[in-house]
């Protein structure tokens, strides 16, 4: 089966401070994407930050990085300097492949991560 | 330009009524998707689209149908709603794969059903 483990139910961090949030998957596919998305209470899902799988490289967006482990399929986000904005649900996915390339996302239960002021 | 527009945005069904959440887009995106989204979970996949007359299954698509006649509107049909439908959906659409482009998949806001 297809599955994004997110062990991690809640996490807590003092405003500025930094946090990683964890996240495991198991894919038979070869080829795929690597997803953090956030969902504060408006409800909106918002993209953080993308990985793609064949890149060794790992992807950063401002205070936003990973920690892609390709052979342990795990994939961790790290937010730094903390901000009160960052409070929100955070969800993992990958993508499968659908018909004609379209892509399938395949979500994990989600992070709630509380900042502390 | 709205982006993914849904609608509505909250209903109440009562069981073994029918109704269709709305969904469009005016990115003029090929790819459109639905979700659902249960209490304390992530998304899952219910049905998605390639382009106009073109749909495929996802993870969870027992109890809906959907139909894409044009780019811009992909509805999501429930025929007899059971209280096991209640749920956040969501819509999402983008440009092409994500393989060409740096485009990733918008989001609309949500349409909150619940089924009594």
């Known amino acids: 089966a297809q599955t994004v483990t997110q062990s991690q139910p809640e996490m807590s961090v003092q405003e500025a401070e930094t946090v990683t949030l964890s996240c495991t998957y198991d894919?038979?596919?070869?080829?795929?994407?690597l997803f953090w998305y956030k969902q504060p209470p408006s409800r909106q899902m918002i993209l953080v930050i993308r990985?793609?799988?064949?890149?060794?490289q790992n992807a950063t967006e401002n205070r936003f990085s990973v920690n892609f482990q390709k052979a342990a399929k795990s994939f961790s986000l790290k937010i730094s300097d903390s901000q009160l904005g960052d409070a929100a649900m955070y969800f993992c996915?990958?993508?499968?492949?659908?018909?004609?390339?379209?892509?399938?996302?395949?979500f994990g239960q989600g992070t709630r991560l509380t900042i502390n002021p | 330009n709205a982006g993914v527009t849904q609608t509505p945005k909250f209903r109440i069904l009562k069981i073994g009524q029918s109704m269709t959440l709305q969904c469009a887009q005016d990115?003029?995106?090929?790819?459109m998707y639905w979700y659902r989204q249960d209490p304390g979970m992530g998304l899952k996949l219910i049905y998605y689209?390639?382009?106009?007359?073109?749909?495929d299954k996802g993870e969870v698509p027992n109890g809906y149908n959907v139909s894409r006649s044009t780019t811009e509107d992909f509805p999501l049909r429930l025929e007899l709603a059971a209280p096991s439908q209640t749920s956040v959906y969501f819509c999402?659409?983008?440009?092409?794969?994500?393989?060409?482009?740096?485009?990733?998949?918008?989001f609309g806001d949500g349409t909150r059903l619940s089924i009594l």
């Open positions: 894919t038979s596919e070869s080829d795929y994407y």
């Open positions: 990985q793609e799988a064949y890149k060794q």
């Open positions: 999402a659409s983008s440009y092409s794969r994500l393989a060409d482009s740096n485009q990733p998949q918008h």
């Open positions: 990115m003029n995106h090929n790819y």
């Open positions: 996915a990958y993508s499968l492949l659908g018909i004609q390339g379209a892509q399938k996302l395949v």
């Open positions: 689209s390639v382009g106009a007359g073109i749909t």
